[in-house]
């Protein structure tokens, strides 16, 4: 079993910037990031796995995904933070090669960190 450790979320100004981490407790392959807003679905927002990174379309150009070479850790840098942004975000791992952003790809998932923006 795959226990992940979240981190870095909180409140932030709507422009500001936030780093989230997620270590996992074992061997990891797909790496992701989701969000899930009250009253909506829940979002793939970035992924890193064999063919690379995805991003949703609504934080391109504003979040990276990264992960630390050899180590079950995977960081989001969000920048450019908006409003529209809060949510709960989710770290999620996989043990398959391939995942992009399909949940249901991934096997393990974390307890969430809150992301505010405020306006």
């Known amino acids: 079993q795959v226990q992940l450790q979240e981190s870095g979320g909180g409140p932030v100004q709507s422009g500001g910037s936030l780093k989230l981490s997620c270590a996992a407790s074992?061997?990891?392959?797909?790496m992701a990031w989701f969000r899930q807003a009250p009253g909506k679905e829940s979002e793939g927002v970035a992924a890193?796995?064999?063919?690379?990174?995805t991003y949703a379309d609504s934080v391109k150009g504003r979040f990276t995904i990264s992960r630390e070479n050899g180590k079950a850790t995977a960081h989001l840098q969000m920048n450019s933070l908006k409003p529209e942004d809060t949510a709960s975000y989710y770290c999620?791992?996989?043990?398959?090669?391939?995942?992009?952003?399909?949940?249901?790809?991934?096997?393990?998932w974390g307890q969430g960190t809150q992301v505010t923006v405020s306006s």
């Open positions: 890193i796995d064999r063919d690379g990174v």
């Open positions: 999620a791992t996989s043990t398959r090669l391939y995942c992009g952003l399909d949940s249901g790809r991934y096997n393990y």
């Open positions: 074992g061997d990891t392959r797909c």
